[in-house]
């Protein structure tokens, strides 16, 4: 189910660093990043991430780099590591990054997210997303006010898929007949709170955020 947290596509740079931090505590590194604009630009957290997150090693870096022309080469070690594994980095250099361009910066984790995370997924002829999709709508057929259409907040952002998932794997951690759709935000908590505490998964996702989004997706218009 971490596979399942892991697609959404995080809402804040808050939520993009402690999804980075709990993959490098994964992987055994004690080290955490505090500000993902400031902290990136040596390149040796972002290839700590890369190796924890992919399970491989990856060339090696200049642990000791003081200089900018070595940042930018462990940086660049990084990005053709990236390279090789099928992702394109559309305007994502080594250069922006070293000199903090968040929005790149946050656009090229969310893309790691979405190689490292999901892509390994298949089932028959689906792509990695519309399996995971599918899963998730089989997992979740049945229950009560849990309709999954789509990996947006209007299919999620009340809680009860996140809690229903979770009751289908392990009912003794959710008493789902005891929800209520209108308590989006308890939802969320309860089933973020139970995620990390009993199955391991990193509560990176804010409650309060995701009914924010959910709220939003509600005004928009549906096409």
């Not at 229903?164 to 939802?187: M, V």
């Amino acid at each position: 189910m971490l596979i399942v947290w892991s697609l959404f596509p995080p809402t804040s740079p808050r939520t993009f660093t402690k999804w980075f931090n709990a993959h490098l505590k994964k992987g055994g590194h004690l080290v955490q990043v505090e500000n993902l604009q400031k902290d990136l630009y040596t390149g040796i957290l972002l290839h700590k991430l890369l190796e924890s997150i992919s399970g491989k090693k990856l060339p090696k870096v200049l642990l000791n780099a003081r200089m900018r022309v070595q940042y930018i080469q462990n940086l660049n070690v990084c990005l053709d590591y990236i390279a090789r594994n099928g992702v394109k980095l559309v305007g994502i250099s080594a250069e922006e990054i070293c000199d903090g361009n968040l929005k790149l910066i946050l656009g090229m984790i969310w893309t790691i997210i979405l190689r490292f995370e999901i892509q390994d997924i298949s089932i028959e002829d689906l792509t990695a997303k519309e399996g995971l999709l599918y899963w998730c709508q089989k997992k979740t057929q049945g229950y009560k006010d849990v309709e999954v259409r789509d990996f947006s907040a209007r299919s999620w952002g009340d809680g009860l898929a996140f809690a229903a998932l979770i009751h289908k794997h392990r009912p003794d951690l959710i008493s789902f007949d005891d929800l209520n759709k209108a308590e989006a935000e308890r939802n969320l908590d309860l089933a973020f709170t139970v995620a990390e505490r009993d199955l391991g998964i990193a509560k990176y996702m804010d409650p309060a955020a995701t009914k924010r989004q959910q709220h939003r997706s509600k005004q928009a218009p549906h096409k």
